[in-house]
């Protein structure tokens, strides 16, 4: 099937053209947008005007003269000082949403990018030996969000889950363990019967005990980083421990990834650990280039724009001065292994907005080293995707009432058992079986954690409440699943009338406007994956629902007026369905048929 052109593409080269028949030597931007007072309206004309020393209506009218309409345009007029509105034929429109509907890849006629780069995307980066907590939720949703999206577009992804898997924690569980062998015997035998999460809060425990231990007792301290340097050198005993640690939590990051109906594959997660080899080379390239210099024993990069309180600069340290690295060597060897093994264009970080200067340093030094220049000599696109923090009710960090950091793995829960109460609630008038409310109850309790997280721009904080996000109303996950719902329910009361476009019929304004907006989808889209806000494509789906509804209230579907503006109104509908259903899937959100 091949892609669809957009009406708004379509009318942008029509008034193209005429621009530069009646200007040749003008930039031909109409600046058209979507418009209240017509479908579009074009604004470029008075800027064109301005620079010709022309009058702008008269220019307008010139150029109205040129439009080619055809069955297309149905009328443009000038209005104001110089605006173009154009309005669409109602056949234009259903014709173009036919050849949507026709697509039986799924796309809706949206085109694949000409020419697709890779792109690295790092996010979900928990760490081995600790529970995940509401902190790791962002950078999961989100990045799993923008790999969808990027993927639709034809764009060649490469996942990554930088794990915190190596470093002096690491040397003070395996130190601890080995001074108290029996501390998790108790729970061996039942290790086998839990679950991930069952498994990791019993390492989450011990690393809190061997933290305390480490951070009160000087003597433990050194031995813990004695054992540090035995992981390093490949010790047999140690590096076998540590990676019993590793596979234990890996057990329990898929059985969180899976609750958050997120599809995270092993081969994905390439930790901290997995740039080892690549440390010392990474310091020897940057001393060798000047780069990176040593000051007070350490290898260093400074920045004239990054000071510290007392005016002093503030370097990136790569190596520390008892010769060990620190996240940044760690964080720039990942960039040497994404563009020169991975063949990466793009290099994409999905992480906390606090860390923006310590990405600013990494980025600016792998620049520095020339790392970021590919074959075509096009530089190489660097961009952290900073994200805020969430908040509880009362604005401030999510805590529990003990002031700990919220479980991610509790907050899920309660999102889906409150989910599950509200389809249970509904769940007698629409039929469901038992079944079918559990499954449902996870889908929307995932899908409200997720919209809510989604529909908020990400460097913004947004307050996490699972009243408002289990709504029927507002702009939220369920809004949209119950819009979707309700459509098949019509669709399966219609009987034996099928979706069928009528372009020869008028259409109603609730109709021109459904159809209209759904024509932007594959703009929006584009605009989404170039920009890496997934909210515009929620923005764009909550619309698409809300225009649903203003449908629904004036124009009856199943007893319209004649058989066609019957099979019309269905394959308009349905359309919106797969609309949605298509967009709520890039954001991974599930859409129950029975709601």
Not at 91 to 120: F, K, M, Q, S, W
Not at 235 to 249: C, G, I, M, N, Y
Request: glycine residues 6%; negative net charge.
């Amino acid at each position: 099937m091949a892609s669809v052109t957009s009406l708004t593409a379509s009318v942008h080269q029509r008034l193209a053209t005429a621009l530069s028949a009646t200007l040749p030597t003008a930039d031909a931007d109409p600046l058209l947008r979507r418009s209240d007072r017509a479908d579009y309206q074009a604004n470029g004309i008075l800027a064109l005007a301005k620079k010709a020393k022309a009058n702008p209506r008269e220019l307008a009218t010139q150029v109205v003269a040129q439009v080619e309409s055809g069955e297309l345009i149905k009328e443009i007029e000038v209005s104001g000082p110089g605006f173009l509105n154009i309005t669409l034929t109602d056949g234009a429109i259903t014709e173009n949403l036919a050849a949507r509907y026709a697509d039986d890849t799924g796309r809706l006629g949206v085109p694949t990018a000409e020419h697709p780069g890779t792109t690295v995307i790092d996010y979900a980066q928990p760490n081995v030996a600790k529970e995940m907590h509401v902190g790791h939720l962002r950078s999961a949703v989100i990045g799993d969000a923008v790999v969808q999206i990027l993927e639709f577009t034809g764009e060649n992804v490469v996942r990554r889950h930088h794990i915190g898997d190596w470093g002096t924690q690491f040397g003070m569980l395996i130190q601890y363990l080995d001074e108290h062998p029996h501390e998790l015997d108790h729970n061996e035998g039942e290790n086998l019967q839990k679950s991930g999460e069952q498994a990791m809060s019993n390492l989450d425990r011990l690393y809190k005990t061997a933290r305390k231990l480490f951070d009160s007792d000087e003597e433990f301290k050194t031995r813990a980083r004695r054992r540090v340097v035995d992981l390093q050198a490949g010790d047999p005993h140690t590096l076998a421990t540590w990676q019993k640690f590793v596979d234990e939590s890996k057990i329990y990051f898929f059985s969180v990834f899976e609750k958050l109906d997120m599809d995270i594959r092993d081969a994905d997660i390439v930790g901290e650990s997995g740039y080892n080899d690549m440390l010392a080379e990474t310091c020897r390239l940057l001393e060798e280039q000047g780069v990176a210099v040593r000051s007070e024993g350490a290898l260093c990069v400074f920045f004239d724009d990054v000071k510290g309180p007392d005016g002093n600069p503030v370097p990136l340290i790569v190596q520390k001065s008892d010769g060990g690295y620190g996240y940044a060597a760690t964080d720039l060897s990942a960039i040497r292994d994404r563009v020169f093994n991975l063949k990466a264009n793009s290099l994409l970080y999905v992480v906390d907005a606090r860390q923006s200067l310590h990405f600013k340093m990494v980025f600016e030094t792998a620049r520095r080293a020339g790392w970021l220049d590919d074959d075509v000599e096009a530089e190489i696109k660097l961009f952290q995707l900073a994200f805020g923090t969430v908040l509880g009710k009362d604005g401030k960090p999510f805590k529990t009432r003990e002031g700990e950091t919220v479980r991610l793995v509790d907050l899920l829960d309660e999102a889906i058992d409150r989910a599950t109460t509200v389809v249970r609630e509904k769940a007698e008038k629409v039929g469901l079986t038992e079944q079918e409310i559990v499954e449902n109850g996870r889908y929307v309790g995932i899908g409200a954690v997720k919209y809510a997280d989604l529909s908020t721009s990400a460097v913004r904080d947004y307050k996490f409440d699972l009243d408002q996000m289990v709504s029927l109303n507002g702009d939220t996950s369920v809004y949209l699943q119950y819009a979707y719902a309700r459509i098949q329910s019509i669709l399966r009361k219609a009987g034996e009338a099928r979706p069928t476009a009528h372009p020869e019929l008028e259409l109603a304004p609730a109709e021109r406007a459904l159809g209209l907006h759904l024509d932007q989808f594959g703009e929006t889209v584009a605009e989404v994956a170039e920009s890496y806000e997934p909210h515009k494509l929620a923005a764009y789906l909550f619309k698409l629902a809300t225009l649903l509804t203003t449908f629904y209230d004036q124009c009856l579907v199943l007893k319209a007026d004649t058989p066609a503006q019957r099979e019309n109104r269905l394959f308009l509908i349905d359309l919106t369905a797969r609309t949605l259903h298509r967009g709520m899937a890039l954001l991974g959100i599930r859409t129950p048929d029975k709601l």
